[in-house]
Structure formats: C-alpha cells, structure tokens
C-alpha cells in the first residue's frame, strides 16, 4: 500500500465554520506533511510532524490547528477561515530522517477547500 | 532566504526531448528533487540528486551541478501525457529538522 488518503475530496465552509481535514497513510512512514497549493502555484509547506512530534510550523495562522493522534494519522483543524485561506490542501509523508528515502515524498491526492 | 526558479512554461512536441531547468539559492542543502502534477492531481515523485552528475529512471534523468547551484530535468520520447507541471524541491535543514520546497514550477504542454 503506498497510498497516502484524504478525506474530504472537497470542502466548502463559512468563516465561521469549524471543519477538520483527515489524512492516512499505512506505509510506516514517520514524517507527515501538510502543504497549501493555490491554483497555479507551487505547493507552500505549513508543518511537518516527524514521529508524531510537530517539528516545523511555518509561521501558520493559528486558525489551522495540526494534529497527529499516531504515526498513521494526520489532521488539520480549521477555525474562522477567511476567503484567502481557499486552496488545495495537500497531506504528503515520507520515510522520516535518516534515511536515503527521506526526500521521497508520497501525496494524497487533496482536499480542495473553498471558504465563503 | 531561499530561492527555486524555473521557466513558468514550456511548449514541445511529442516524441522531441525537453529540458526543464532549475536554479536554486539555499542554505543547509541536501538535494534536488522533481515532481510532476497533473491539472488535479497530486504531486508524484520523479527523481532525486543528491551529488552531481545525471541520474536516469526511464524516459526521465535529471542532473544536478552543486557548484553552479543548478539542476535540471530531461524528459525524451515526450508523450501527450507528459504534459504537466513540474517541480525540483530541495530538501534543506532548518532548525535541527529538515522540510523539503518547492521551486516555481514548469508547465510543460506537449503538442502533437
């Protein structure tokens, strides 16, 4: 299984609105990924658990709330989102550190997030 | 700060060979990596260049020339279903971990 799922495929969601974003993967990977892509841009890294520990926020609203309930779990937590915050949200994981396979990262295929 | 440029755009026909380049300014770096993205689709892992030279998997090689800080990936025997958007990313060490980014990225449309 070299899959990464999320779910929901969309989302659409009001500014006031609390909403949660899933992600799993069952490849034994340690390090998990979230990244934001707006239509026609590169994917942005938000955080990055390392063996269920956050170990980079990049500067992040704390409107987004990441979790990590176990090492196969990934979950973004979204509270009083405004319109700019609408993209595809990505989930990705790779092996973690130390490893020739660290770089490789696996994707799930998005959550396309539309805040009105 | 950190930089990865890439041409926005590149038109080719199919069967010709295109070359996508990569010019990047980091700190802490690792490696050059490249993906493709599909219109809709995720993000899927092509290849890696941890030291200089040409690595080939298939109809794809990318090389990579730590000195110039420059990379690049070739892509032959273009098919329709080439057509996509491209990534290198560098896998960098900030802070005591280590995240991988993403540069510009390259359309490629392939014609007939």
């Known amino acids: 299984d070299t899959e990464v799922t999320q779910t929901p495929k969309h989302l659409v969601m009001g500014m006031t609105n609390k909403k949660s974003l899933k992600c799993e993967q069952h490849m034994g990977h340690r390090a998990m990924y979230w990244y934001k892509q707006k239509a026609k841009k590169p994917p942005e890294l938000m955080f990055v658990y390392s063996y269920e520990k956050l170990s980079i926020n990049e500067s992040v609203p704390s409107r987004f709330s990441p979790e990590c309930p176990n090492s196969s779990l990934l979950n973004l937590h979204l509270h009083a989102l405004q319109p700019e915050d609408s993209a595809l949200y990505l989930c990705?994981?790779?092996?973690?550190?130390?490893?020739?396979?660290?770089?490789?990262?696996?994707f799930g295929s998005g959550t396309q997030l539309s805040v009105l | 700060g950190q930089s990865l440029e890439q041409p926005s755009e590149v038109t080719a026909v199919e069967g010709a060979i295109v070359q996508i380049n990569c010019t990047y300014q980091t700190s802490g770096f690792y490696g050059l990596s490249w993906y493709q993205q599909h219109d809709g689709g995720a993000p899927t892992f092509l290849s890696y260049n941890a030291l200089d030279g040409l690595e080939e998997t298939g109809r794809f090689s990318s090389f990579l020339s730590r000195s110039d800080s420059y990379g690049y990936l070739l892509l032959q025997e273009l098919q329709m279903k080439d057509s996509a958007s491209y990534f290198c990313?560098?896998?960098?060490?900030?802070?005591?971990?280590?995240?991988?980014?993403f540069g510009t990225g390259t359309k490629l449309q392939v014609i007939p």
């Open positions: 990705a994981s790779s092996q973690g550190r130390d490893s020739l396979q660290w770089e490789k990262l696996f």
């Open positions: 990313a560098v896998r960098i060490y900030s802070g005591g971990y280590q995240k991988v980014t």
